[in-house]
């Protein structure tokens, strides 16, 4: 554990609270991709399966447990209870292009060819992509309504403090996992043009859009 990883981890926490308030407030899922929530909570529960067979401290169970709760709370609330509200139509990105190139990937690249390894590497894969539905919804209407736009803020911060993770584990410890940083810098890029949106419109008051991330 380090300052960058709590920090990630906060920021992670934070951005899926901030979406949560932003829908029970409101009552209403109007702005937020759905699919890319499933695929949110598809990538806990691939990574969290360890729950059951690894011990590594109180910390981290009780973070994965809070990360897995609140994944399917949110779908719940999309798709269930609020699902009047949620814009299907602008939800339309197809998740067969990320979900087949994922697992294969996930066969062909990872660290040991145990089914809890495979799916933790596509896990990893996964959440560097899950996030695609969410900027092609925003691309497609044109906006996004500002409290979702600090959700994602929050959410590339969670990763580039990863990164600067990495690279104090790297420099103090001497880890370094390949698959974990690669994604995570792919995932990071992907959210590039909305930190700078986000800082030249939504910090200055004004609407935020976005174009073709695909």
């Not at 998740?95 to 799916?119: A, K, Q």
Request: hydrophobic share 50%.
């Amino acid at each position: 554990m380090n300052i960058f990883r709590i920090l990630g981890d906060v920021s992670h926490l934070l951005a899926i609270i901030i979406l949560l308030v932003k829908i029970i407030k409101s009552k209403s899922c109007a702005g937020i991709s759905g699919k890319s929530q499933i695929l949110f909570a598809l990538v806990f529960t691939t990574r969290y399966l360890d729950l059951f067979t690894n011990f590594i401290s109180v910390y981290n169970t009780v973070m994965k447990v809070i990360f897995l709760i609140c994944a399917y709370v949110t779908v719940h609330m999309i798709y269930v209870k609020f699902r009047k509200t949620f814009d299907s139509e602008n939800d339309s990105f197809r998740l067969e292009f990320l979900l087949v190139p994922v697992t294969g990937l996930s066969f062909l690249e990872n660290h040991s060819f145990t089914p809890l390894e495979i799916l933790w590497t596509f896990s990893i894969y996964l959440e560097s992509v899950a996030i695609l539905p969410q900027l092609f919804m925003i691309s497609k209407t044109g906006e996004a309504e500002t409290i979702t736009t600090h959700y994602l803020f929050f959410l590339g911060l969670y990763r580039a403090l990863y990164i600067a993770n990495w690279v104090w584990r790297y420099h103090t410890e001497n880890f370094y996992d390949q698959i974990a940083v690669v994604s995570g810098v792919v995932q990071t890029i992907f959210y590039c043009d909305f930190f700078y949106l986000y800082v030249t419109k939504v910090l200055k008051g004004k609407k935020l859009s976005l174009p073709m991330p695909v």
